[in-house]
Nanobody, 119 residues
C-alpha cells in the first residue's frame, strides 16, 4: 500500500513564503502526475498545480507567477514553493499522486497540511 505524507504548512504573514513537501512511500512501481490541491473553509477543493513525470507543469491562474511546483523522482517527492502569499491562499493543502502500486494505477491523497496567511 502506498501513502503520501505532506509537511511544511504553517502560519505566515502576507507577502511571505512557505515550501510544502509531499513524499510517497510504500510499494510503488512508478509515479505519473503529482499535484497540489487546496480547500478553503466553505469552498470546494481546487487544483493549485500539477507536474507530470516528464516535468511539464500547469498552474491555477490565481497562483501563476507566485507558486512553483517541482519534483524529485529519485525521492518520490513533490514540492510546492509558495511566494508572495496572500490571505486568500489560506486553505488546507492536499498532495495528490497518480501512481502504479500493488493495486495497479490509482490516485492517492495525502492527509492535508494547513496553510494560514495573515494580513
Amino acid at each position: 500500500q502506498a501513502q503520501l505524507v505532506e509537511s511544511g504548512g504553517g502560519l505566515v504573514q502576507a507577502g511571505g513564503s512557505l515550501r510544502l513537501s509531499c513524499a510517497a512511500s510504500g510499494i510503488i512501481f512508478s509515479i505519473n502526475a503529482m499535484g497540489w490541491y487546496r480547500q478553503a473553509p466553505g469552498k470546494q477543493r481546487e487544483l493549485v498545480a500539477v507536474i507530470t513525470s516528464g516535468g511539464s507543469t500547469n498552474y491555477a491562474d490565481s497562483v501563476k507567477g507566485r507558486f512553483t511546483i517541482s519534483r524529485d523522482n529519485a525521492k518520490n517527492t513533490v514540492y510546492l514553493q509558495m511566494n508572495s502569499l496572500k490571505p486568500e491562499d489560506t486553505a488546507v493543502y492536499y498532495c495528490n499522486a497518480a501512481l502504479d502500486g500493488i493495486y495497479g494505477n490509482k490516485g492517492y491523497w495525502g492527509q492535508g497540511t494547513q496553510v494560514t496567511v495573515s494580513s
